[in-house]
């Protein structure tokens, strides 16, 4: 009897070791063949300084009124409607407060419009930090091969990238079979709402359908991703939710001397020990699945053996993802205890303690979800909590079996040609959310290629772009633009 179990224990590890081999090497690459493409002249100096030139302007951007800057943006238009003569000579622009709308028709009105997004303006310096950048940040210096200044990733790189593209395709006698617009919005890092929520409404209100949208987002990332040598470029097809949940405790004041059982802090930094420890279940499914599916036949090593075998390794998978803070965000509704406030005095109870929670919810997950979450974890009805303004859902998860995620997949293995081209979930927010109305594939991939080291540099300090990849972004949207035909 005992022969025959461990006859059978034999046999059965031999049937999983042979699957597991199995499952290995029959995974073949699916990554998009293409043609090398033929060299695109670009005037290096000039593409780098034009660049340089949008990034002297502090289009620094408001929630309040949008007009604290008003002027920064006026010259910045001004001086971009000087470095892209043919462009706006060509295309209708239409101003939406400070944000651009531009037309370029295309020459059949039968072929659904496509829309790329940029935005125009940037986050601040964080104050007392300026001595530590290598070149002022609002001076544009180019040196050393790299675009120096604030707005060369995020997003005036983009921006630029596209009129320059525009520009070399209008030189060269080019026009788009189908009509591309180009929305510039002047508030994304602030939300959007006077930008693109407005560029979007107009483009609902005139009965456009959008066959594909293109924002910001994902990079080209080299040396990031564990286990494959190769650089990894992925394509957002969706981007998480956001909601930020106000805590409140309110109890009777006192002193310090005689402190009840339970006090206003105390309550509070239970409620928020129990949020952080129990945090939204982590899911290795959806877009993460897809990505892993994609990526695991371009790894080596163990790596591929456990991602091409998630029926037997997903739950190690799963748990090694989520320690990393990148990779854990990928898999759940992130918690992240960002304000708290409570007390004045060192001997006196305060009678309220209030904090905030920030959410960046999982597509999958929802707002109501979040909520419920709270409340449960929370478990105490002296803790109320209540959603803070600005909070939205998750975005639909625009489809990667369609023809308009197979051309940008395309463009980026022409363009990139060693990079691997998988999905992504964006974990931030980007303007690219309010073009749900108008179109059913919004993505997200900035042409950027980010290592270890340049990724502090993203609303850090040194923010920065290499004129080589610069050149190779101007590229991508040339490419982009004539695989559209």
């Known amino acids: 009897?005992?022969?025959?179990?461990?006859?059978?224990?034999?046999?059965?590890?031999?049937?999983?070791?042979?699957?597991?081999?199995?499952?290995?090497?029959?995974?073949?690459?699916?990554?998009?063949?293409?043609?090398?493409?033929?060299?695109?002249?670009?005037?290096?100096?000039?593409?780098?300084?034009?660049?340089?030139?949008?990034?002297?302007?502090?289009?620094?951007?408001?929630?309040?009124?949008?007009?604290?800057?008003?002027?920064?943006?006026?010259?910045?238009?001004?001086?971009?409607?000087?470095?892209?003569?043919?462009?706006?000579?060509?295309?209708?622009?239409?101003?939406?407060?400070?944000?651009?709308?531009?037309?370029?028709?295309?020459?059949?009105?039968?072929?659904?419009?496509?829309?790329?997004?940029?935005?125009?303006?940037?986050?601040?310096?964080?104050?007392?930090?300026?001595?530590?950048?290598?070149?002022?940040?609002?001076?544009?210096?180019?040196?050393?091969?790299?675009?120096?200044?604030?707005?060369?990733?995020?997003?005036?790189?983009?921006?630029?990238?596209?009129?320059?593209?525009?520009?070399?395709?209008?030189?060269?006698?080019?026009?788009?079979?189908?009509?591309?617009?180009?929305?510039?919005?002047?508030?994304?890092?602030?939300?959007?709402?006077?930008?693109?929520?407005?560029?979007?409404?107009?483009?609902?209100?005139?009965?456009?359908?959008?066959?594909?949208?293109?924002?910001?987002?994902?990079?080209?990332?080299?040396?990031?991703?564990?286990?494959?040598?190769?650089?990894?470029?992925?394509?957002?097809?969706?981007?998480?939710?956001?909601?930020?949940?106000?805590?409140?405790?309110?109890?009777?004041?006192?002193?310090?001397?005689?402190?009840?059982?339970?006090?206003?802090?105390?309550?509070?930094s239970a409620a928020l020990t129990e949020l952080e420890r129990q945090q939204m279940p982590a899911q290795l499914s959806g877009v993460a699945r897809d990505a892993f599916d994609i990526i695991a036949p371009e790894m080596q090593g163990m790596n591929r053996v456990a991602l091409s075998n998630l029926w037997l390794f997903g739950p190690v998978v799963k748990k090694q993802l989520e320690q990393a803070a990148g990779t854990n965000a990928v898999l759940r509704t992130t918690t992240a205890l960002t304000v708290v406030h409570a007390g004045n005095k060192d001997n006196v109870l305060p009678g309220r303690a209030d904090a905030v929670v920030n959410f960046r919810i999982r597509p999958g997950d929802s707002i109501g979800g979040v909520m419920d979450h709270v409340r449960q974890t929370v478990n105490n009805d002296a803790v109320h909590a209540h959603l803070d303004a600005g909070a939205s859902e998750p975005s639909p998860v625009s489809p990667i079996d369609s023809p308009q995620y197979a051309l940008i997949n395309r463009t980026i293995r022409e363009v990139f040609s060693d990079a691997v081209v998988a999905p992504g979930i964006v974990i931030g927010a980007t303007d690219a959310r309010h073009y749900k109305d108008v179109s059913d594939h919004v993505y997200r991939f900035s042409p950027v290629r980010a290592g270890p080291e340049d990724l502090p540099r993203f609303h850090g300090t040194n923010e920065r772009i290499g004129i080589n990849n610069y050149l190779e972004a101007v590229r991508f949207y040339v490419q982009l633009a004539r695989n559209g035909k």
């Open 1 to 268: 009897m005992l022969k025959r179990l461990l006859y059978a224990a034999l046999l059965a590890i031999a049937i999983i070791v042979a699957v597991v081999v199995w499952n290995t090497l029959r995974l073949t690459s699916r990554q998009i063949a293409v043609q090398p493409l033929a060299p695109l002249a670009l005037a290096r100096d000039a593409v780098a300084a034009r660049l340089a030139g949008a990034l002297t302007f502090r289009t620094i951007s408001d929630a309040a009124s949008g007009d604290i800057n008003a002027g920064e943006f006026v010259r910045m238009q001004a001086y971009l409607e000087q470095a892209f003569p043919r462009l706006h000579a060509t295309l209708k622009r239409e101003m939406i407060g400070h944000s651009m709308l531009f037309t370029w028709q295309g020459s059949d009105p039968q072929a659904r419009p496509v829309m790329w997004l940029a935005h125009q303006d940037v986050v601040p310096v964080a104050p007392g930090t300026e001595a530590n950048w290598q070149q002022p940040p609002f001076d544009g210096v180019v040196k050393d091969g790299f675009v120096w200044g604030r707005g060369a990733w995020d997003d005036k790189g983009s921006l630029v990238a596209q009129m320059e593209a525009v520009e070399t395709l209008l030189a060269s006698g080019y026009q788009p079979r189908a009509t591309l617009y180009l929305g510039f919005g002047a508030d994304e890092e602030v939300g959007g709402r006077r930008g693109a929520v407005e560029i979007a409404r107009l483009l609902k209100s005139r009965g456009v359908q959008l066959d594909y949208v293109l924002d910001e987002g994902m990079l080209v990332t080299e040396g990031i991703m564990a286990g494959v040598s190769k650089p990894v470029a992925l394509i957002g097809v969706a981007e998480k939710g956001y909601a930020s949940v106000n805590l409140e405790v309110t109890t009777a004041p006192g002193h310090s001397s005689m402190p009840p059982q339970k006090t206003a802090i105390g309550m509070m």
